[in-house]
């Protein structure tokens, strides 16, 4: 059971990622190199020398680190006030606060600079004594990945990597997390839930209000293990999010009607057997249709349902699918074949629902795994 809780700063107690990015932008375009958001993604979250210089240097561009830093310095504060990034709604602080309340040992362990980390501390309305220890870039000669920081914290606090739960929003931290031997909780502010299981979270959620769920540091334990509050959900290999909370999901009605309209584009000239299917984002509740598409070289034939799902991969990347609809004249309505199940199965949940529909209006339903019950997935990629 873990009895101490050790934070990353930025972009778990603090979302202050933006006005980092935003002063990066500032001074480089004062030397006349124009840099985005994405120019700076690939570096988040690996310390401050490298977040902060890695777009230039991957760009061959020299600059003076000094006055950079200087630079940054001098104007991450007022941005931060005036963007008001922090979480308004005292989350961090309700949290902190909360686990304290509980006797839970705490501690900030970022790799960004001191004084940055002690700004951040109080822009959340905390202070650093609200926190057993505060680690920061300063304190350490090896960044995230690296477990450097994490074993810091457990040596000044006297714990060991199983007393501990480490809150991460990056990859990097994550993977620090777990080199420390710690659990590792990865909230979703930078990455997807895929993203944050592959680098080896052990819990994800939403964000750190799922630490306030529980009246002991037990039930704080159980509630994060039997995920409570953690809307990620297991699509075949992955995990993706799994929203709850979209105001309208698509219905069947409209997934049946796009299902029929685009079974009217299928190139079938050998089988002249028209498919149609419309399949539906969990994360998103978007909806996606493909045709089948046949070849001279009949094994070369793409179907409707597959169609549709790389379709979703393309626009997406990973993808949970909620629901798909088939659509076919076919008497009773035709399932996927094996081929389609299969590469379903990859990004579907035991109870994704498959309806099938004939031209006539007969409808089945079904759950994803009365169709195709033990699909294959490959070992490592098992949950
Ligand atoms: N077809 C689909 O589009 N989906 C299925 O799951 C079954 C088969 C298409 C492929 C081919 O163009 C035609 O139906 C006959 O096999």
Known sequence: MADTVLFDMDGVLIDSEDVSVQVGIDYFRS?????????????????????????AEARGFSFDLEEASRYFRLHYAGLLEKYSAGR?????????RKLRSLGFRLAVCSSAPRWKVLVNIRHTGLQPEDFDTVISGD???ANK???QIYLTAMQRLGRKGSDCLVVEDSINGVKAGKNAGALCLGVMTTCSPSELAAAGADFIASDISVLMRGETMKEVNE???????????????NYVLKNE?????????????LAAQVREK???????????????????GRLYTGCNVENSSYGATLCAERNALFHAVASEGIIGVDALVVY??????????????????????????????SKKGERRQYRFDQLLPNPFIFPSERK
Do not use: W
């Open 31 to 55: 030397k006349g190199l124009s840099l985005s958001r994405s120019d700076f993604e690939p570096f988040l979250g690996a310390g401050e020398r490298v977040f902060f210089c890695g777009p």
């Open 328 to 357: 076919s004249d076919d008497d009773p309505p035709a399932p996927p074949c094996a081929l389609c199940l299969q590469a379903l199965a990859e990004f579907t949940a035991a109870d994704s629902l498959v309806i099938l529909v």
């Open 145 to 147: 990945p690296d477990g």
């Open 223 to 237: 509630n994060l293990a039997q995920g409570l509050g953690d809307d990620r959900k297991l699509y075949g290999a």
């Open 266 to 284: 299928a190139y079938a000239p050998y089988s002249h057997f028209k498919v149609g299917a419309c399949l539906r984002s969990a994360a998103t």
């Open 88 to 96: 308004p709604d005292g989350l961090a602080l309700r949290t902190v």
């Open 139 to 141: 304190d350490i000669s």
């Open 245 to 257: 909370n979209l105001i309208e999901r698509n219905s069947i009605e409209l997934m049946i009607s």
